[in-house]
């Protein structure tokens, strides 16, 4: 996590961090955002800037601050404080110079930067330092700004669906497509679910900036359910297409262990042969089939507790229940939960 999608290379604010170096850290987040927008150092912030950034290099900005400040600074936590206490769409009204004081008080940017001992969450980084000092500086440019983070950084839409198996409950986040038309060129003009929409982006596009907005909403999905307390671990579904530069299942599970403190072990469940993708297979015997002893549990370290197994995509269940089975089979585990992060409109 040390080069952006522009070659901007975060290995000094990670040090300044580790280290608690704040203010250096604010003024280096400044030069990192402005190197990221295409601008000089020592320029200005402006909206149009900030919306010029990646959302990868926002995302790895806002990760490291979240991380080495025990979850008090970053952008998320800032706008996470404004969307509570903003409604304010139009940027020059008096109502949204009201708004962005409110902000300042509970963040505690009317005063000066406290570098030394900084507490209050949201307090940093202090991005607003490095606007322009022209008639565009003041409330008008950190509104702006504030409700494009609040936009960039707000919790994705689900619409959660109970999934049926060999399991105790399942859930999937949402839909994966709304709609798909056929088009006369033989194409399709498809319709995505916000979060299958990331999620899109995330496996075939190879976008790592989805993994966050993902793991946030299925965490908080997990950590709702009353059975969250007797957990034990997550159990990824093993890939089955292994030429990917990443495996999207895997680390979308590593981020939600972070989130909810559950481990992901990668030696407890081991895909010991290769199958055809299920999808092209429309038999319902011949997919059954393909799954049969695919999967090995190595040891009995979740005997009798409760699990959650964790895959991308509900479409038939196959894969899924073969688990369920090798869980329970071999490994003697208790009850086992399933969370998908989207599922087909078919079985196929």
Same mark, same amino acid.
């Given at each position: 996590?040390?080069?952006?999608?522009?070659?901007?290379?975060?290995?000094?604010?990670?040090?300044?961090?580790?280290?608690?170096?704040?203010?250096?850290?604010?003024?280096?987040?400044?030069?990192?955002?402005?190197?990221?927008?295409?601008?000089?150092?020592?320029?200005?912030?402006?909206?149009?800037?900030?919306?010029?950034?990646?959302?990868?290099?926002?995302?790895?900005?806002?990760?490291?601050?979240?991380?080495?400040?025990?979850?008090?600074?970053?952008?998320?936590?800032? &706008?996470?404080?404004?969307?509570?206490?903003?409604?304010?769409?139009?940027?020059?009204?008096?109502?949204?110079?009201?708004?962005?004081?409110?902000?300042?008080?509970?963040?505690?940017?009317?005063?000066?930067?406290?570098?030394?001992?900084?507490?209050?969450?949201?307090?940093?980084?202090?991005?607003?330092?490095?606007?322009?000092?022209?008639?565009?500086?003041?409330?008008?440019?950190?509104?702006?700004?504030?409700?494009?983070?609040?936009?960039?950084?707000?919790?994705?839409?689900?619409?959660?669906?109970?999934?049926?198996?060999?399991?105790? =409950?399942?859930?999937?986040?949402?839909?994966?497509?709304?709609?798909?038309?056929?088009?006369?060129?033989?194409?399709?003009?498809?319709?995505?679910?916000?979060?299958?929409?990331?999620?899109?982006?995330?496996?075939?596009?190879?976008?790592?900036?989805?993994?966050?907005?993902?793991?946030?909403?299925?965490?908080?999905?997990?950590?709702?359910?009353?059975?969250?307390?007797?957990?034990?671990?997550?159990? &990824?579904?093993?890939?089955?297409?292994?030429?990917?530069?990443?495996?999207?299942?895997?680390?979308?599970?590593? &981020?939600?262990?972070?989130?909810?403190?559950?481990?992901?072990?990668?030696?407890?469940?081991?895909?010991?042969?290769?199958?055809?993708?299920?999808?092209?297979?429309?038999?319902?015997?011949?997919?059954?089939?393909?799954?049969?002893?695919?999967?090995?549990?190595?040891?009995?370290? =979740?005997?009798?507790?409760?699990?959650?197994?964790?895959?991308?995509?509900?479409?038939?269940?196959?894969?899924?229940?073969?688990?369920?089975?090798?869980?329970?089979?071999?490994?003697?585990?208790?009850?086992? =939960?399933?969370?998908?992060?989207?599922?087909?409109?078919?079985?196929?």
């Amino acid at each position: 996590m040390t080069i952006g999608s522009r070659q901007v290379d975060y290995v000094e604010l990670e040090h300044l961090l580790s280290t608690n170096q704040w203010q250096a850290a604010n003024q280096e987040t400044i030069n990192l955002m402005l190197h990221a927008s295409g601008k000089e150092v020592d320029d200005s912030l402006y909206l149009e800037d900030v919306e010029a950034i990646p959302s990868e290099d926002l995302v790895t900005i806002d990760k490291l601050w979240r991380g080495f400040s025990g979850g008090r600074f970053g952008f998320s936590i800032q &706008a996470s404080i404004w969307r509570k206490i903003e409604g304010i769409k139009d940027c020059e009204s008096d109502a949204a110079e009201e708004t962005c004081s409110r902000f300042y008080e509970f963040v505690g940017w009317w005063n000066d930067i406290n570098f030394t001992n900084p507490s209050l969450h949201g307090h940093l980084p202090a991005w607003f330092l490095g606007c322009g000092g022209d008639d565009r500086y003041g409330w008008v440019v950190d509104v702006s700004i504030l409700s494009y983070l609040e936009y960039e950084f707000r919790p994705l839409t689900i619409n959660p669906r109970v999934i049926n198996g060999s399991w105790r =409950y399942g859930v999937a986040l949402d839909w994966h497509t709304l709609s798909s038309v056929h088009r006369s060129d033989g194409g399709f003009d498809t319709t995505r679910s916000e979060i299958g929409e990331a999620l899109y982006q995330l496996k075939y596009q190879f976008d790592r900036s989805k993994i966050e907005p993902i793991a946030e909403v299925a965490a908080q999905q997990i950590i709702s359910w009353r059975v969250f307390r007797y957990l034990k671990a997550i159990i &990824a579904i093993p890939p089955s297409k292994l030429d990917r530069p990443f495996q999207p299942v895997l680390e979308l599970a590593k &981020a939600l262990g972070r989130k909810t403190n559950l481990p992901v072990p990668d030696d407890y469940l081991i895909k010991v042969r290769q199958t055809q993708a299920l999808k092209d297979i429309e038999d319902t015997e011949l997919r059954h089939q393909q799954m049969q002893n695919a999967f090995q549990v190595t040891d009995q370290r =979740y005997s009798q507790e409760s699990v959650l197994l964790f895959d991308d995509l509900f479409r038939s269940g196959e894969t899924l229940n073969a688990v369920s089975n090798a869980l329970v089979a071999q490994g003697n585990v208790g009850r086992i =939960y399933v969370l998908t992060v989207t599922m087909t409109r078919t079985k196929r």
